[in-house]
């Protein structure tokens, strides 16, 4: 075996074609080799439409970026036919060692591919000199082609969340299989609210599955979502995951101190004490003594954070039995309580009233095997990966990276 015929097997080079030359150039940095490829006159090519063996109609010059050969940058270069086939016409022919549109052989896509799964595409666009554009472009073919053979015929429960995509209320709406253990992500669109579920369920249907199939949901306490969920999914089971319930009256708590401490001087470290429970091993000294003061001077702080920690009482309830009860005494307590006596306390009554309004979803969560815990650590996952890249383009090359990081998609990628 030769050199040409080593270089012809990395390259992936099939008959007819065969190197016919190779020359360095010096005179620029980095330095470039070529190599020049050709096919034997009077071969045939497959027609690209049918694969009928045909003859060369006409030829125009294409060059492509290989793989780096040591230091130096490597092009191929080839006259590529196109053929005139009975049934298709005149057809430029594709080629074996690219696909057809680009600028880059298959081998060099797949070692970029590799390096924007490890880092951010800035940073692996700099490693391989190119534009991160043109990268973000492959990425971008490639996930779209794996996203086509994703098979949803399967799929029964979703859970699904928005995470911010960039400043100023831009968000992306993430559904995931809550059945799935590994790479859950089946759809991701920008957005959030209704339109993002009728969406889904379009997508849904294009992969093999139906909105009838899908027989529990978990989300938040979204007004939109819920309307979406009841719409398109009207046999699914509604869930409303714990985790947005304590989120709701966490923020409620920390409105009730902002508010309160406009009027009157708060015990020091009461902003980070009224966000951890009493029994919590990461509580500071000046954290517990803030706890003290505040329940011992009766703070509306103090009444708000007691109605949070009396939620964590009905969180622990065993079996859904004792988690309607809990929940029922839970909104008794309440409404004896006397918390409308002062305005501050509005933040409160209101977190108190969306769990009213969603009682038997959030009830619903005692019943189910299902949580959103997962997603909320992925949002973090994608947060992270965005800090890390410095932001995203657009909304699309953010969505490429949560494909590539949380679906069957980056599995699929790697035997491309």
């Known amino acids: 075996m030769n050199g040409n015929d080593i270089i012809a097997l990395g390259l992936g080079i099939e008959r007819p074609w065969e190197i016919t030359g190779q020359s360095l150039k010096t005179e620029c940095t980095p330095h ?23 003859k060369a109609h006409d030829f125009k010059e294409m060059t492509w970026r290989h793989l780096n050969f040591f230091q130096h940058h490597c092009y191929i270069t080839a006259d590529v036919p196109r053929i005139k086939c009975n049934d298709h016409g005149v057809k430029r022919i594709n080629v074996p060692w690219a696909r057809k549109g680009s600028k880059f052989t298959l081998l060099f896509e797949q070692a970029a591919l590799m390096l924007v799964r490890e880092m951010p595409v800035l940073a692996a666009a700099r490693i391989i000199q190119i534009a991160d554009k043109k990268l973000w472009r492959i990425v971008s073919h490639y996930v779209s082609k794996s996203l ?16 911010s995509a960039k400043k100023r209320h831009n968000y992306v709406t993430v559904f995931i299989d809550l059945d799935q253990q590994k790479n859950p992500v ?124 009396r939620l964590r009482w009905v969180r622990k309830a065993a079996t859904p039995q004792a ?22 306390l509005k933040p409160i009554i209101s977190a108190i009233e969306t769990v009213i309004r969603h009682r038997q979803a959030i009830e619903s969560r005692w019943q189910s095997g299902h949580s959103n815990a997962r997603l909320e650590g992925l949002n973090s996952i994608f947060q992270a990966a965005k800090a890390r890249a410095r932001g995203y383009r657009n909304p699309q090359t953010f969505i490429s990276m949560i494909y590539l990081l949380a679906s069957p998609v980056g599995n699929l990628l790697k035997s491309t």
Do not use: Y
């Open 32 to 54: 470039e080799l070529r190599i020049t490829l050709a096919a034997p006159r009077g071969s045939s090519f497959p027609c690209p439409e049918c694969g009928a063996l045909c």
């Open 148 to 163: 086509a053979k994703l098979d949803l015929t399967e799929l029964k429960a979703i859970g699904l969340d928005e995470t």
């Open 186 to 309: 089946v759809f991701a669109v920008p957005g959030k609210g209704k339109d993002t579920i009728r969406q889904f369920k379009r997508f849904l249907t294009e992969h093999g599955g139906t909105a009838d199939n899908i027989l529990e949901v978990t989300c938040d306490m979204s007004r939109p979502f819920l309307s979406g969920i009841r719409k398109h999914f009207s046999k699914a089971e509604i869930t409303v995951d714990w985790f947005h319930v304590v989120q709701i009256f966490t923020k409620a708590v920390n409105k009730v101190r902002v508010l309160e401490a406009k009027k009157k001087r708060l015990p020091k470290a009461t902003r980070w004490a009224v966000l951890k429970n009493e029994e919590s091993t990461t509580l500071s000294e000046n954290e517990r003594h803030a706890l003290a003061e505040l329940n011992s001077m009766d703070f509306f702080t103090a009444i708000a954070w007691r109605v949070k920690e």
């Open 323 to 344: 988690a309607k009860w809990r929940l029922s005494n839970f909104l008794l307590c309440m409404a004896e309580t006397d918390l409308t006596r002062s305005p501050v």
